[in-house]
């Protein structure tokens, strides 16, 4: 998770400096660096994006703990009431 905290800056130029290299390596006779060059940028990518997905994450369970919640009859059953759930009296 350290990686997640790096300097966007940095990852900037690594994103952009492996997307040129990605280009202009040859495919046909260098093939191995060509690739390590589009995991790299593949890489930075997803360092980019990785705190967007860890923040919006937390909202989606809240969120569905919520829509979960409303289903129930206030604690009385642990079947909810659209699957037919019945109190426990």
Aim: charged share 10%.
């Amino acid at each position: 998770m350290r990686a997640a905290g790096a300097n966007p800056w940095i990852l900037l130029g690594g994103s952009i400096a492996s997307l040129i290299a990605t280009h202009m390596i040859d495919y046909e006779t260098q093939y191995p660096l060509k690739m390590l060059a589009y995991t790299g940028f593949i890489g930075c990518t997803a360092l980019t994006i990785l705190p967007l997905i860890q923040m919006s994450a937390a909202s989606v369970i809240v969120a569905t703990g919520e829509a979960n919640d409303s289903d129930f009859q206030e604690h009385e059953t642990a079947v909810p009431r659209s699957l037919g759930g019945r109190p426990f009296h």
